[in-house]
């Protein structure tokens, strides 16, 4: 089982809809999950950040957070075209805090 | 635009050569990781440095090194290249606090190895 799983996509949303990222992680001992997005050919971009269980929201993005069931996700309201980019997941456990674990990333295509 | 840089942008290397990679921190940070990020994969964690120490090491062989500098910078060093090192080396800092440290992302370094 790995560590992070996502699922790879691609995943099509029309423009101006929700479009919804799924994350489960296997260390039940994580403690700080993040959202990075990636353009082709660029670095991650780290835009949400969550530690607590419940939602948390910050523009177009919510983050959603239920430890019990090992599950993050990312909701992204009124899609844009420039939202179009791979989304990765990253888990950091309790212990040996200095890592972040990345899952494979899911590709995300916004259609106009 | 994080405040991270890394150099070079892209390099051609051929198996067995060393590679020196090189990531200046974002202003205020005091750590530095690194990371490689194979083709349709995520980042894999190679190692951390604080305080000019190795601060946590991934599944990486002793042929990846590195180190940091007491005005944070740091480098990857890997000796005797395969073919299989073919991919994005990122380094991201951070200011160390636990659980809440965030990352932030150099451009990254692609490196071919042929």
């Known amino acids: 089982q790995k560590e992070v799983e996502q699922n790879s996509g691609p995943l099509s949303v029309p423009e101006g809809a929700i479009a919804s990222l799924n994350c489960t992680y296997s260390?039940?001992?994580?403690?700080?999950f993040f959202w990075y997005r990636q353009y082709s050919g660029k670095s991650p971009e780290l835009i949400m950040s969550i530690y607590s269980n419940g939602d948390k929201e910050d523009g177009r993005f919510t983050a959603q957070l239920n430890k019990a069931s090992q599950y993050v996700s990312l909701l992204i309201r009124d899609s844009q075209p420039s939202d179009s980019a791979t989304y990765l997941c990253?888990?950091?456990?309790?212990?040996?805090?200095?890592?972040?674990?990345f899952g494979t990333g899911t590709r995300l295509t916004i259609i106009p | 635009e994080t405040g991270v840089t890394q150099s070079p942008t892209h390099l051609i290397k051929t198996r067995g050569q060393q590679v020196t990679l090189r990531c200046s921190s974002q202003?205020?940070?005091?750590?530095v990781s690194w990371y490689q990020q194979a083709l349709g994969q995520g980042p894999q964690f190679i190692f951390q440095?604080?305080?000019?120490?190795?601060?946590g090491r991934g599944n990486f062989p002793p042929r990846f090194s590195g180190l940091q500098f007491p005005n944070y910078s740091s480098e990857l060093n890997v000796n005797a290249l395969e073919l299989d090192d073919s991919a994005l080396y990122l380094c991201?800092?951070?200011?160390?606090?636990?659980?809440?440290?965030?990352?932030?992302f150099g451009s990254g370094t692609q490196l071919s190895v042929l």
């Open positions: 991201a800092s951070s200011f160390h606090r636990g659980q809440d440290e965030k990352l932030f």
């Open positions: 202003s205020g940070h005091n750590t």
């Open positions: 440095y604080y305080r000019e120490e190795e601060n």
């Open positions: 990253a888990v950091r456990s309790n212990f040996g805090n200095e890592k972040l674990t």
């Open positions: 260390d039940r001992g994580s403690q700080s």
